[in-house]
């Protein structure tokens, strides 16, 4: 019963095959990813599009439900269709169409090419099974390894994740480990098979502040001996802000700014980053430098607005953005928004918040400020 | 481990004497003297009525049996309380006391016969109950909404809300009665008895109806509980983990999700095998199975109370041994409830 699924695969991973002339490692083109469901359908993933290559950090920001985590799923080929349909775009690893893959040749890439870790740390692991077992199943089924191999293997990987007396952790239970040790757990068994892009969703989100940073810590080391590249889901701007190369700011499915994370932090052009960057706390918060949420919720992804998703939450909202979708503006960088007046100096400049380099009148902090 | 073993037998004494106390009692406040129900009709003589009386332990008797006489020349009523704790003696040395009939046969002997009839038939239910069950509600959790799925959550409430003897006795009528005109008695099944030495078929064949009705309601149970189990550890964030490290839907199924869900159904089996230990009294006496549950029947409708207390002394021990057995079995399920490893104490 325990060596069932576990078959040898055909030795050609994809990862080999060299990255094909004018593409990238991973290009993600206009994707759409809609669930059919019986209120209608939500478009959870409406036009997202970005390009990673290998030793590069990718941040995705968003709110709950902005459609960050869908999009990786998407990805990996893990949601469940029906109800989800890709209603249009196409993602691209190494050249080749991960959408139009089989489900077999899928599950050749999932864990060995493309490999993910979860939010939850503490639900992720199987209870009932050793940390060894759950480590070695993925060098098994994608390296053709041996148990014994494949142990020995996942002796050495707890060892890298800096878990203490890994001879012994190998043989213990999930329940045995805190949380924090569970999401080394995580990272060693995405890492296991070497894989080219690591997606790490939320990978802090449930652990305490201490763990969180040396969790960050762990995946750029790793990422510095491997090379992988990384896209870190995340709600939280201070995480990217340490690792990522680049940042895509996402809001109701759809991406609303790409940037480097220069770019993101000191120069963001589409008002929702401004909001995003103005609800960073500070170590000091005082009257001068007010913490300011984003007021109101996102849209229902059944029944966008109109117009630009954000007009209904945007203080500088025209009735252009309630009637007309924004076109994409997109720099000479490649740093591009989604927003009728991104494009305008003018008002970029005026109402950038603080952080900003753009910034340059300081009256308008307060106009930011009373959004 | 053997920490907890102890204590959870330690645990069966107060249980054990009070459902025995419990039963003692209400076997000797229900109106009737004994002497009178094994007599009937006739008259005893009355060295016969002591001797039935000392045989009995409602006299005092005397090392060799002899009843005990009070000044006046008549015997001495044993107390309750002192006939208790002889009950309760006697039972070290497997003496259950006697049936008020089968002239006097003691009541270790008659359920030793039947006990081989009752779990011989609880064997082979829990078999059907276990694969049927299992098998029915992984294929209805895994083509959830299907026809086939439909089909079972059907069946399955039928099943539930079908009692036990009528549903043999529809098996009966059908496999027994229609079938056998319908093909002209060329093929039926055995309806009643549990084969023997003048036997019409196979002893096999007897048990094919009796174990199927004893199932049945088990087996539905089964089946929706592995359902519903199956569902809920396939939406657990473990089985994501395992598909994103690339298992296929079969193999994380196989692999990750049956472990998971098969602990509370295995306990439900394992408590529902207790319960056929003990004797279905309905399955029983619906197929003339001479198994316990029917002895104990005849014996409630006969006032043969020595049986009644016995066998239930008998099902106490039984159903109490079981629950340790499926109490432990978690552990091997489940590490976190290895019980008394280092870590949990």
Known sequence: MFGIGLKKRAKQDLRDTPIPEGHHLLEVNDLKMYFHTQDGIVKAVNGVSYTLDRGETLGVVGESGSGKSVTSLTIMGLIDMPPGKVEGGDVLYRGKSLINMTEEEMESVRGNDIAMIFQDPMTSLNPVYTIGRQLSEGMRLHKGMGKKEALERSVELLRMVGIPNAEQRVKEYPHEFSGGMRQRVMIAMALACDPDILIADEPTTALDVTIQAQIIELMQEMQQKNGNAIIMITHDLGVVADIADKIMVMYAGSPVEFGTRDEIFYNPIHPYTWGLNRSIPEPAIDEKHPLTPIKGNPPSLVDLPKGCSFAPRCPYATDKCHNEVPPIYTTETGHYAKCHYCNDKDFVAKNAPATSRTKTAPIAEKKGADA | ?345
């Open chain 2, 1 to 345: 481990m053997i920490k907890y073993i102890i204590k959870r037998v330690l645990q069966f004494i107060p249980v054990f004497l009070g459902v025995t106390l419990i039963l003692f009692v209400l076997q000797n406040v229900v109106p009737g003297d004994p002497i009178k129900l094994i007599a009937g009709e006739k008259k005893l003589d009355p060295q016969t009525e002591i001797n039935l009386r000392a045989t009995y332990h409602l006299i005092e008797t005397d090392e060799n049996g002899q009843a005990i006489l009070d000044e006046n020349g008549n015997t001495i009523e044993t107390p309750l309380w002192k006939r208790y704790l002889q009950y309760i003696g006697g039972l070290f040395h497997g003496d259950l006391g006697r049936s008020y009939q089968q002239n006097g046969k003691p009541v270790a002997e008659i359920l030793g016969e039947k006990y081989p009839y009752t779990i011989r038939l609880a064997i082979v239910a829990i078999i059907i109950e276990s694969i049927i069950g299992i098998v029915a509600g992984m294929i209805s959790a895994i083509k959830r909404y299907s026809a086939w799925d439909v089909g079972v959550t059907l069946t399955t409430s039928a099943l539930v809300a079908m009692p036990a003897f009528w549903f043999g006795m529809l098996q009966q009528l059908f496999w027994g009665v229609f079938l056998k005109n319908v093909t002209g008695g060329s093929f039926y099944l055995p309806i009643s008895g549990a084969g023997g030495p003048q036997a019409e078929f196979v002893d096999a064949v007897y048990y094919i109806l009796p174990a199927l009705t004893l199932a049945a309601v088990s087996t539905a149970y089964t089946a929706r509980i592995m359902r519903s189990q199956l569902l809920e550890v396939l939406n657990q964030d473990y089985i994501r983990t395992a598909r994103a490290k690339g298992l296929s839907r079969k193999a994380v199924i196989i692999r990750h999700a049956i472990k998971n869900a098969l602990i509370p159904v295995i306990t439900y089996i394992g408590m529902d095998f207790g319960g056929m230990l003990a004797g279905a009294i309905l399955t029983e006496t619906v197929f003339n199975w001479p198994g316990v549950g029917f002895e104990t029947y005849r014996a409630i409708t006969q006032r043969d109370w020595p049986i009644v207390l016995g066998s239930v002394t008998v099902i106490v021990i039984v159903v109490m041994v079981i629950n340790l057995v499926v109490d432990i079995s978690y552990a091997f399920l489940d590490p976190r409830i290895r019980l008394g490893s280092s870590k949990s104490e």
